[in-house]
């Protein structure tokens, strides 16, 4: 009896992971990030969850960097939940690690938004944001830097 006993939970405990285990798989998501306007410097992209985050710019969800080269880059992020997100893009033209203004605060650095919202300022999250179901793929649009 206790043999049966323990072969009904081992066997109820491998259903019960194997069922977490189909219930938490990871999504993906690609994003093609079009239009850059100039080969140099890096693309620094910032992924966040929640209004909150992203408002607050807070740590995002996850972050990524990759080389500006030529006027399409892919970049694909693995181990995502289903859910919500929205994604900030600086194209870093000097590689110094922020996003450049100029006097009157304009951007000197090119940059990009989910759903290419966000003309002048921050967009709302809901403006920016995305649903993401196994896989998605976005595309982006790097808009040029303001030069006066």
Do not use: C
Request: charged share 20%; proline share 4%.
């Amino acid at each position: 009896m206790k043999t049966l006993n323990t072969l009904v939970r081992t066997t109820l405990l491998a259903s019960t992971l194997t069922l977490a285990a189909f219930a938490s798989q990871a999504s993906e998501l690609e994003v093609n990030f079009i239009n850059i306007d100039r080969p140099v410097g890096q693309l620094l992209v910032a992924i966040y969850d929640s209004e909150q985050a992203y408002t607050e710019k807070a740590t995002p969800l996850r972050w990524a960097k990759a080389e500006a080269v030529g006027d399409t880059v892919t970049m694909s992020f693995d181990d995502l939940e289903d859910g919500t997100y929205a994604l900030m893009l600086i194209h870093d033209i000097n590689s110094n690690g922020k996003m450049d203004i100029n006097a009157m605060g304009l951007p000197q650095d090119g940059y990009g938004f989910s759903n290419n919202v966000g003309m002048y300022g921050l967009p709302p999250f809901e403006a920016a944001s995305f649903e993401v179901k196994e896989y998605a793929s976005i595309d982006v649009v790097v808009r040029k830097p303001v030069n006066l």
